[in-house]
């Protein structure tokens, strides 16, 4: 495939946001995940240190917390101050401690250096549950909530400016579900309350790619909202835990951009596309398996609803799939910099997280090793590229349908602050190397490979056993229509120094 791009033609700079990521109360993810006050590698406040170092490694720019669903029966009140009562969490249906709160979390993004971003209860929660959450976190002292801070122990505001109103209101499975007006009613009021409360907020709401629930949204609150959020999981196995092989994984690659386009096409044509920014804040190949409990029938015994949940880590299961899935994913998000202001991996850690913890230490899965190639590795300012000769491979789907994908997904970026060009190359073939010819004039200079690619496809990374990981070659002085072979299954970002 020959690849052409002017330096010049910039697509937008991206913000960093787009490498986001997403921790809620789930099983593992908290509790036993970064903070274990019991482990041996945590520190004074409890949190794993082997796993603030990995998140710090991959520059985690914004943790959104505490959910996704368990946020729609969540009180913030009761996670806070010196008397924590633990409370049934309806969502999940486990004890939740509620010793992590909002200071502890307030904490993590401090010890990672990320933005916090706060989503709130929209499910039974109410307009001035929320924006008193909004006092509590982001007022001097006017007020109760922000003496109740200073009376805990934090004289300063924590200064929260990323707000989301609910989770997934839409849903039947959310508590708290909404119809499209009452959900445009309530943002309306809640986001009107927390302006009121800081004004230099941003505000989000949950959102969907339907029409009718974001005409309804955007009518009644597109002056509130700085933001729109939007989530997607490809390999829906929440119930069923059947992952999709390598060849279906691709053929999720697919208009892997579709809800982004949807979305932009609505705020357009509401001529909201340069107020308002898309928010993915949730996303990843595979759902998360939870079987009998977003059901409307629940699962009686533990065996049915919750021991079946400590199959999300089977570190096996988390392939070249998962990091080519995910790398053509952060090219869509790159692709769309100008509209897509921030997403979020979910999750982070345990789960289907990049990062896994287990009593002797961590596992950096294939998809975390994807993250650090692309921040620490890719430039900020996108570049247009295009190119001819596009490789293309058949594929079967999950459902059976027989289709055919791009073989190779390219995105060329150069950074804002230094010289050079730096391209991600995604070679989604199983078997087959792939060359790239680098068909643009203005570059120069030595050029250096960087590669994920595993053994096989089914390569992953588990503890004492690691096939995944980043590997650097030389490639030579940079010359016209220069020859790179990209190996099957591998995601690379390829330097061009000047
Ligand atoms: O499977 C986890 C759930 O996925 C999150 O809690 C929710 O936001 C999404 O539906």
Known sequence: MKVFLNPDREIGRRSPMLYGQFIEHFHRQIYGGVYDPQSPFADEDGFRTDVLEAMRRIKMPILRWPGGCFVSSYHWKNAVGKERQPFFDKAWRVEDPNSFGTDEYIKLCRKTGCEPYICTNAGTGTAEEMSDWV??????????????????????????????????????????????????????????????????????????????????????????????????????IHQTNDYANYEQVMAYTDRLGHSIDEVRGLLTAMKLDKKIKIAFDEWNLRGWYHPNVHTIKQGVTREEYLYPRDKNDDNTKYTMADAVFTACFLNELNRNCDIVGMANFAPVVNTRGCIYTCPEGIVLRSTYHVFDLYVNYLGDIVLDTWSKETPSMKVKAKDGRELSVDALDIVATKWSDRPGLAIAAVNKEPEESLTLFLNFHSAKGNVKLFTISGNSTESYNDMGHEEVRIEESEAGAFRMGMEIALKAHSVNVIWIEE
């Open 135 to 236: 006092e509590y976190c982001n007022l001097e002292n006017e007020g109760k909530y922000a003496k109740w801070r200073i009376e805990n122990g934090y004289e300063q505001p924590h200064k929260v400016k990323y707000w989301s109103i609910g989770n997934e209101n839409y849903g039947f499975w959310e508590i708290g579900a909404k119809t499209a007006s009452e959900w445009g009613r309530l943002v309306k009021e809640a986001a009107k309350m927390i302006k009121h409360v800081d004004p230099t907020t941003e505000l989000t709401a949950a959102a969907l790619t339907d029409i009718h629930w974001n005409i309804e949204l955007l009518e009644n609150c597109g002056e509130f909202l700085d933001w729109i959020s939007i989530h997607e999981y490809w390999d829906g």
